[in-house]
């Protein structure tokens, strides 16, 4: 069972930066395509970004050239830097590891609002 533990969130004004991490309990990286997923209130979940087991990454419109996800192998974590924020990017953000072979495993979120 993999365990996953966001930080980073918070609250930042409009155009502000932050940096969310998410921990896993074990070698992910060669096994599992990595992402990170959002919620505002009365949305649906939405996939943000993501990054492969092979390091191919991939972004939602609405953050591309904003947001960028990476890893580092040794600590086991998955980063999401954010610039430029909008208030639009109000939400929770998960992180989410999925096992080629299936398994899916969830984070339990860290909020991030953006407001003046």
């Known amino acids: 069972q993999v365990q996953l533990v966001e930080s980073g969130g918070g609250l930042v004004q409009p155009g502000g930066s932050l940096r969310l991490s998410c921990a896993a309990s074990?070698?992910?990286?060669?096994?599992?395509?990595m992402h990170w997923h959002r919620q505002a209130p009365g949305n649906q979940r939405e996939l943000v970004a993501s990054?492969?087991?092979?390091?191919?990454?991939r972004y939602v419109d609405s953050v591309k050239g904003r947001f960028t996800i990476s890893r580092d192998s040794v600590k086991n974590t998955v980063f999401l830097q954010m610039s430029s924020l909008k208030p639009e990017d109000t939400a929770v953000y998960y992180c989410?590891?999925?096992?080629?072979?299936?398994?899916?495993?969830w984070g339990q979120g860290t909020q991030v609002t953006v407001s003046s």
């Open positions: 990054i492969t087991s092979g390091g191919l990454t």
């Open positions: 074990e070698s992910i990286f060669g096994s599992f395509d």
């Open positions: 989410n590891a999925v096992h080629f072979l299936g398994q899916d495993y």
